[in-house]
């Protein structure tokens, strides 16, 4: 089993920046993909980015090109997303999961974490 833990969220102006963890416990995440997700009020979960075992290859929502980036440290089971330029639409519950690899975010979701929330305001 394979526990996902979200930190890093809070709250930030539009224009900010904020940097996510996900770390990961119970026995070694380099096996699987690893990707963000968010859940805003009233909307449904969409798929923010991926990132392969291995962290050679990557892909994000188009909404947030450039502006986000995915790394993952696989010595310290840890995958890091850094939000830049923030908007106040991207106010959510922002999820890591573990999956089997790179899709429209990742594919085949074997875990998911409880979430962390962004809150872009003034």
């Known amino acids: 089993q394979l526990q996902l833990v979200e930190s890093g969220g809070g709250l930030v102006q539009p224009g900010g920046s904020l940097r996510l963890s996900c770390a990961a416990s119970g026995f070694t995440s380099n096996r699987y993909a690893i990707g963000w997700f968010r859940q805003a009020p009233g909307k449904e979960r969409e798929a923010v980015s991926c990132i392969s075992s291995s962290g050679g290859s990557t892909n994000y929502a188009d909404s947030v090109k450039g502006r986000f980036t995915i790394s993952r440290d696989n010595a310290k089971n840890t995958v890091y997303l850094q939000m830049n330029s923030l908007k106040p639409e991207e106010t959510a519950v922002y999820y890591c999961?573990?999956?089997?690899?790179?899709?429209?975010?990742?594919?085949?979701?074997?875990?998911w974490g409880k979430g962390t929330l962004v809150t872009v305001s003034s």
């Open positions: 999961a573990a999956g089997l690899g790179l899709g429209v975010g990742c594919y085949g979701i074997k875990y």
